[in-house]
């Protein structure tokens, strides 16, 4: 892996934590200021879901990063993965 995909990785990885835990603060600050509101069920459940989507960004720019790359085993292993990563959370929301 070079160098250049494994900073983008951790990019990935970063911006992802810290927008979820931007939006999961956000939504406890709005429990306590609007408790049972709309608002902190959207900011609570939308900051979980970055939160679990993160990880799942993070393979897709590892398949498009080792398509780059022209790893052609990588990008097969990597897309296994992306694809059982889709199926579980479509199967989890039905």
Do not use: C, H, K, N
Not at 65 to 77: A, C, H, K, S
């Amino acid at each position: 892996m070079s160098e250049r995909l494994e900073r983008t990785l951790g990019q990935v990885l970063t911006v992802g934590t810290r927008i979820s835990t931007a939006v999961l603060a956000m939504g406890l600050a709005a429990t306590f200021l609007l408790p049972g509101s709309i608002v902190t069920q959207v900011l609570l459940t939308v900051g979980l879901l970055v939160l679990l989507l993160t990880p799942v960004a993070r393979v897709a720019v590892s398949v498009v990063g080792y398509l780059g790359e022209r790893d052609w085993w990588f990008v097969l292993y990597t897309s296994v993965v992306l694809v059982l990563l889709i199926a579980s959370f479509v199967a989890a929301f039905r």
